[in-house]
């Protein structure tokens, strides 16, 4: 494996960065996840754009333009001779004292890591995984918009851990105010009477890239989309849940809290979506290598 850091291509064992970098003293600092389908990676624009509204929105000036940062990570994934995989693009605030003070930190940190990744094991995508509601709740909108990929995530590391807890493979993550936000790592879908209904970025959800293709996809299917205000009645009385991310893709959802999800089996439209994403995945984009 090989990591970029600043410009250069480093041996895994040797990639190493400063403990006085603010990324890790403090989480500041901004991230995307990214797949590689087949020597292309997947929805890189995309990844890019919402990269620099993060680190717009914590005045976090990137060092390099977008065009710079595409051609870091082809470059990174060529140096990998990655196929398929994950890429982890992250843009610390870089090194500083002691101390809380952004201004301090003398330059923005790149770091580009190209790995295999499998979020769930194959079986799952066919059978459907159990999910629980976590007791850790989202942070208000009002507080950090959700909006901000953030090296931050704590919360979503606690409410985990209340997952494996019980035996779950992931959890819901509720806002302040007891409605649906997003689970750990991945946005929400309730399906029913052919509508799939997801929340807003309002509620606390990521505006999640995936998120956006299944919308593309359920146009293209004529399916009925709406981002509205959900509850966890909407999810127990849904005909089908799902969830979407990155990592995890289309990943459909057969028990939340011990309770089966309608038949307790992953329904026609998340199998419809799923193959339009893997069917998208094929082609989209330049083989890099």
């Known amino acids: ?38 020597r292309r990676v997947f929805r890189l624009d995309a990844h890019l754009a919402r990269l620099a509204a993060s680190a717009q929105a914590i ?13 870091a990570v082809r470059d990174t994934v060529r140096a990998n001779r990655q196929e398929d995989g994950y890429i ?42 159990r999910v629980i509601t976590a007791a850790t709740r989202q942070v208000p909108t009002a507080s950090v918009d959700p909006r901000i990929k953030s090296l931050n995530y704590l919360k979503n590391v606690l409410a985990r851990l209340e997952a494996h807890a019980a035996g779950a493979a992931e959890a819901l993550m509720l806002n302040a105010e007891g409605f649906v936000a997003e689970c750990t790592a991945d946005n929400v879908f309730a399906v029913r009477d052919g509508v799939i209904r997801t929340p807003p970025a309002t509620e606390g959800a990521l505006d999640g890239i995936t998120r ?13 989309w709406r981002e509205e205000r959900i509850g966890r009645y909407d ?20 028990t939340l809290d011990g309770r089966a ?15 339009g994403l893997r069917a998208l995945a094929e082609w989209e984009g330049d083989p890099l290598f």
């Open 1 to 38: 494996m090989k990591v970029y850091i600043d410009g250069r291509l480093y041996p895994r064992e040797e990639a190493r960065i400063s403990v006085f970098d603010h990324g890790l003293l403090y989480g500041d600092g901004v991230f995307e996840g990214l797949r590689i389908y087949h």
């Open 235 to 254: 999810l127990f009385t849904a005909d089908e849940c799902f969830l979407s991310g990155t990592g995890a893709e289309l990943v459909p959802v057969v």
């Open 59 to 71: 005045g976090l000036v990137l060092p390099l333009d977008q065009a710079a940062l595409a051609d």
């Open 212 to 224: 956006a293709v299944v919308r593309e996809l359920a146009g293209a299917e004529g399916l009925d």
């Open 88 to 129: 982890r693009l992250v843009v610390t605030r870089g090194d500083g004292p002691l101390g809380l003070d952004p201004t301090t930190c003398t330059h923005p940190r790149v770091i580009i890591i190209v790995a295999d990744i499998a979020v769930y094991p194959p079986a799952l995508y066919d059978a459907g995984i």
């Open 261 to 275: 999800i309608a038949s307790g089996r992953p329904g026609p439209v998340t199998r419809r979506l799923t193959a």
